[in-house]
């Protein structure tokens, strides 16, 4: 067993997987073809459930329950309007895994699972909920920075790794957010990380079956017009959301500055105003994703984007991330004993 093996065995144990690389849940991205493509290549994939409808929801777990021979996941958004009625079908479900995304979930939701036979893991955002969460009988942790794509939190990898992965060793815990390259997967490991997860890299590859407009705004982004979508009111709660700079995010600002209106005008709930902001973000990636719609569409990545310049082959990712960080690894061994 080599040092890399030992570094990640916890995380390999855990999932049952060749390599602990989570291929994170992407609304309209992760499908049952992306999910089979990266377990088939040994790592782990996870279906992201996100606001599918539940018959089309129970159809792709389905067909990764027949088709896929080694452990996955499904994603679960706990904010999204299909939330609890994909949680009752996933429930009875031959399914190994289950991700909570999105916000936290409840301690009835996290019991619920284990009791039905699966392992569940949920993101961390910070020490409190974190601490939470195992509390809550959480059996992995995913600790995500702010530079990732999608749906994220406020603070980042860099924080969070001494704010969690140093503090707390109940769980296994993998990391996630501008992770891009087996040289920093191969650090984060010495550090203590179970694995990682990377998302936005799994769009740049031939198994991706995304819009190829998609991918060419991939491809010509910079890191830093990956940006964070804000919150205009405190009274329309915002899920921070983080993706390539168009005119769908200006289109975003100007519905929730017409949302704050009609709540002040008594025409919207609090309520109806998050649905209406959630339905957006669901709508548009699907614009972008499967319509190829880059500019009003939504386009969902992490700051990592301006890491990739080019598509690949699943089988070649993972072995381009095996070598750097086998590199990374003889390269610290020789400073340590020189």
């Not at 080019?310 to 089988?315: E, Q």
Request: with cysteine; hydrophobic share 45%; glycine share 8%.
């Amino acid at each position: 067993m080599d040092l890399l093996d030992k570094l990640w065995k916890k995380g390999k144990d855990f999932l049952g997987v060749e390599y602990p690389i989570l291929c994170g849940a992407m609304t309209w991205v992760s499908t049952f073809e992306l999910v089979k493509a990266v377990s088939d290549n040994g790592a782990f994939g996870i279906l992201a459930g996100g606001n599918m409808p539940p018959e089309i929801f129970e159809q792709e777990v389905d067909k990764c329950i027949a088709n896929i021979k080694k452990p996955f996941a499904v994603n679960l958004i706990t904010i999204a309007p299909n939330f609890k009625t994909q949680y009752e079908i996933l429930k009875k479900k031959d399914v190994p895994f289950v991700v909570f995304a999105g916000n936290f979930p409840k301690r009835e939701d996290v019991v619920g699972m284990k009791d039905a036979g699966k392992k569940t893991l949920a993101f961390a955002s910070n020490d409190t909920s974190a601490h939470q969460q195992i509390r809550f009988g959480i059996d992995a942790l995913v600790l995500e920075g702010n530079e990732a794509g999608g749906h994220i939190g406020y603070v980042t990898l860099m924080i969070l790794l001494q704010q969690v992965l140093f503090k707390f060793n109940e769980v296994p815990i993998f990391v996630a957010g501008g992770i891009g390259t087996g040289r920093m997967m191969a650090n984060l490991l010495l550090m203590g990380a179970a694995g990682v997860q990377l998302g936005t890299r799994f769009v740049l590859t031939e198994e991706c079956k995304v819009h190829p407009s998609f991918k060419k705004a991939f491809i010509r982004a910079h890191a830093r017009h990956a940006i964070a979508a804000p919150q205009y009111d405190p009274r329309i709660p915002v899920v921070a959301v983080r993706s390539i700079k168009n005119k769908g995010t200006e289109e975003f600002g100007r519905i929730q500055l017409e949302l704050i209106r009609k709540l002040e005008e008594h025409k919207v709930t609090k309520e109806e105003a998050q649905f209406e902001v959630e339905s957006f973000w669901i709508g548009a990636l699907k614009k972008a994703a499967i319509d190829g719609d880059v500019e009003h569409g939504s386009l969902m990545a992490g700051q990592s984007v301006g890491l990739f310049h080019d598509v690949k082959p699943i089988k070649q990712v993972l072995n381009d991330l095996m070598t750097e960080a086998r590199g990374e690894i003889d390269r610290i061994k020789n400073i340590v004993n020189s």
